[in-house]
């Protein structure tokens, strides 16, 4: 079975993770299939604290892969972000 999941990288104390399709048996910041996008949880000021492929998510999704409980919660705020964006942009 394949996951989307976090995988941890970063300092000691640092953590950064990249949002990565894995299959389930192997170990959580082992060898990966895909990369899909990062979350950087201590982000401050104008650094990007979250970026998704949403294509490739959706894509993955489609093909049975099944997300963690983290990567849902990051996957909605990803879309509202996304929405917010495009509300925001003015129409040409």
């Not at 990007?48 to 294509?55: F, G, K, N, P, S």
């Amino acid at each position: 079975m394949v996951k989307i999941r976090l995988s941890r990288g970063g300092a000691k104390k640092r953590p950064f993770y990249q949002i990565v399709v894995a299959d389930i048996r192997r170990s959580r910041d082992g060898r990966n299939i895909e990369r899909l996008g990062f979350f950087d949880p201590l982000a401050k000021g104008g650094a990007e604290r979250l970026r998704v492929d949403r294509t490739r998510v959706q894509h993955w999704l489609d093909q049975g892969a099944q997300p963690t409980d983290r990567v849902k919660q990051l996957l909605k705020e990803a879309a509202k972000l996304a929405d917010a964006a495009q509300l925001e942009a003015p129409a040409a």
